[in-house]
C-alpha cells in the first residue's frame, strides 16, 4: 500500500489580544452619537456608532464573539447616549 499525504489545514485562531483589540474598537463605536439641535431648546440624537459597529461586527467569524460583542456595542450605545461625548452638530 502506498502512503497517501494529506493536505493539512490551518486552523486559524485569533489570539486574546486580537480579540480585546475588537472589543475595544466596537466600545469606542458603539458610544458615537451625532446630537443634532439649537443648543437649546431642541435636540436629535442619531446613533451613527451604532451602525458602524454592526457593520463591524457582521464580519465577525465565530457566532459566540458575535453575540458578545453585539451585547458591548449596545451597552456601549446606551452608556454614550448620556455621557457628555459625542459629535455635536449645532443649527
Not at 23 to 39: E, F, P, Q, T
Amino acid at each position: 500500500m502506498a502512503k497517501t499525504k494529506r493536505k493539512k489545514t490551518k486552523v486559524q485562531t485569533d489570539v486574546d489580544s486580537v480579540y480585546f483589540l475588537k472589543l475595544v474598537i466596537v466600545l469606542i463605536l458603539g458610544s458615537l452619537w451625532l446630537k443634532v439641535g439649537n443648543g437649546h431648546s431642541w435636540q436629535l440624537p442619531l446613533p451613527l456608532g451604532l451602525a458602524a459597529g454592526l457593520l463591524v461586527v457582521r464580519k465577525e467569524r465565530l457566532k459566540n464573539d458575535r453575540k458578545i460583542m453585539y451585547g458591548v456595542l449596545l451597552v456601549a450605545m446606551l452608556v454614550g447616549f448620556w455621557a457628555p461625548f459625542g459629535i455635536y452638530y449645532v443649527v
